[in-house]
């Protein structure tokens, strides 16, 4: 019944009300001076018995929060406050001879691949998108195949390199293909550092390289494609363990292997059991993501350049969160490289990718292994 509420013709009856208040009091004192004092608690109910039910405060307003953003292209991830992708993504040839390591630049690549050169040497890829306010050095940098171009464009990206080989120019200069080179149409936005030996010591930097870009018209056709992200790794309870992975490309003294940090979730890269570091940064190399993939590679000169078939798909491996699973590897219609099994396309955890392009010969997991 609403106390707040008398039926008409009455009145309160003040008196009676006040009179049975204090003879509450008077028992309620009464009883509480027959405990021992160590058990009163006057301003608590006693422990025996649950606390009176309160209301609930209502809440105090607050601001929402900030909305993560959407996430960058290729690595899932939300900018960093005051980042911003680049207009269109870059794809750094890099030196990966002894004598150019550690690298500059590379821990700010959103995606790295490894591919085999000639001589059984490699050559990384360092595609650049979300870390537009880079100012440091990248390189150092180095020449491009017609393969590496494929691999470039599969980003839609302005293809940054010094020289190139006879075929290599042939596509560049007669398919119009939007390209940086520091020997025939580039060379005042490179420098050659003091410290190495040419030519292992060229370098440039995003701002050179896109203010030559802006002029040469090649930002005007912006994009790339955007690889699907999930918290949920694609491996799942029944994929092997990949705590350690083991890459062996063709030279015996040449090892590149992987250790799987699950504070961070990551795989730190090693090269001949040395942490691959950053030279600028001197951070390890590190990534949530590695991908192998299976490719047929043919040697067609006396000087051991190479034909490697990124076209027609292959087998793949996709390794994250300590766990490996078997794929396929395939070319999107957009013309990136995308992971698959039993026809659903494999999504990646956020974070940066390392792609690797492995030889057939005599199989892939002959030149990977993984515990």
Sequence with gaps: MDLNVRRAGTRPRHGRVKAAAALLLAAGLLLG??????????????????????????????????????????TGLPLADGAALTERP????????????????????DMLWEVLAEGGITRLIAVFQSDAGYKGAVGPVRSIRPYLIEIGESFHGVLTHAGASTDAYDILQHQGKPYLD????????????????????LYTDLEKITKIAGRK??????????????????????????????????????KVSYEYDAGSATYKR?????????????????????????????????????????????PAL??????????????????SFRLEKDGRELSFVPGKTFWHVMPLDPSLEGHVSYS
């Design 33 to 74: 001076g027959c405990g021992s004092p160590a058990s009163v608690q006057p301003t608590s109910a006693p422990t025996s018995a649950p606390a009176p039910e309160s209301p609930s405060p209502e809440p105090s307003p607050s601001a929402p929060p900030e909305p993560a953003g959407p996430g960058a292209p290729l």
């Design 90 to 109: 870059y794809a750094v040839m890099v030196n990966n001879f002894s004598a150019a390591r550690p690298q500059s630049g590379l821990t700010h690549a």
């Design 182 to 201: 520091e020997i025939s149409n580039a060379g005042g936005y490179y420098w050659r550092g003091k410290t190495r030996k040419a030519p292992h010591n």
């Design 217 to 254: 018209g090649y930002l005007k056709s912006a994009g790339g494609p955007s690889y699907t992200f999930s918290s949920s790794p694609a491996v799942d309870a029944a994929s092997p363990a990949a705590t350690f992975v083991e890459l062996k490309f063709q030279l015996q003294n040449y």
């Design 270 to 314: 090693f090269i001949d059991g040395k942490p691959h570091e950053d030279r600028e940064t001197k951070e390890q190399l590190s990534a949530a993501n590695l991908v192998v993939i299976g490719a047929k590679h043919r040697a067609y000169d006396d000087y051991g350049r190479l034909e490697v078939g990124l076209k027609d798909g292959g």
């Design 318 to 335: 996709l390794i994250q969160r300590g766990q490996v699973m078997e794929a396929q590897w395939k070319r999107g219609a957009d013309g």
